[in-house]
């Protein structure tokens, strides 16, 4: 299965960042606002990411067990990166 071409940018944006030691930590809002799309459609690309495992995401939760922060970073499986090598 391919990916959509939103999900191209936003694994491109992740691995960037990674690649120059920037752990990404942006919120669905900040995606939605930067693409011009929904929250929900976000959920979706990255779900999709995740579910392709090329991207890993990290939840942080404060004591009141509420999500405080979310890191995304691409995953060490050059299988499935080489997999999508043809993005």
Sequence with gaps: ????PLA???????????THGI????TN???AELYDV??????????????????????FYNNQKQIT?????VTN???NRLKFGEM
């Design 1 to 4: 299965k391919r990916l959509t």
């Design 8 to 18: 191209k940018l936003i694994y491109g944006e992740i691995y960037t960042n990674n």
């Design 23 to 26: 752990i990404v930590d942006y």
């Design 29 to 31: 809002n900040h995606y």
């Design 38 to 59: 929904s929250k929900q459609t976000i959920s979706t690309t990255l779900k999709s990411l995740i579910d392709y495992k090329l991207i890993e995401s990290k939840i």
């Design 69 to 73: 922060k979310r890191e995304l970073k």
């Design 77 to 79: 499986d050059v299988g």
